[in-house]
């Protein structure tokens, strides 16, 4: 470097080129700062915003990671299926007699069907009923859809289908004359009286005797009947 009359050392020409054309546009001279402290000056400020910029990316990184992902997966259909009603079973079933029937000659009376079981169940149709006399002699009960003590009422062949929650209770009427057709003497009387569901076999059984009319079952003719089940307790 040259030296002046003050004895102060002035720029080389290129040195004196920079400062001059490119340092005023940024706002100050480079002869006004000692060259070394120049350049750390700027280098230490590009760490700086490096640094900066450095922290910015992390933390933007962090909390996109941090955000809940989205689940893709879709609901799944649920489906409520409703078991079928089927009809009752025997272990479903108690039988035994309501109340008895007399009138027009006829005596009979109505025998119940209660669901004991916690599982809802159906009757339709008639039940299987068979007489049987003191020699074991079984005699079937003709199947009528009506007759003088019960069934259904008169002008309708609708049979009921019925549904027995817990405890629900059907109803079927039985019934037979009280005197022989020919108009003297007496009838013979049947001992027991087996039942089952409409189209199963009779394993309950019954002594003959009437309720509350103290006589049992007769065997004139014609024939004993049973009339189909319906709900209730009335065997219409």
Known sequence: MAKTEEGRAHPAPNQAHWTDTV???RGFRYRDLPTDGFFWGMTAMRSTWVVVASAVVALSVASCSSSPAKSSQKPVATTTTTAAVTGCANDQIQVKYGKGLAGQGYEGAVILFTNVSPITCTLSGYPV???EDSANVQTPLQETINGPLGGVPQGSTK????????DGVASASIEAPNHPSSGGGTCPRYANILVGLPGGSPVYQLTATLPYLNVNLSACDPPPQVHPIFLGEDGY
């Open 23 to 25: 340092a005023p546009y």
């Open 129 to 131: 009923v068979v007489a």
């Open 159 to 166: 049979i009921p289908k019925v549904t027995l929650n817990q």
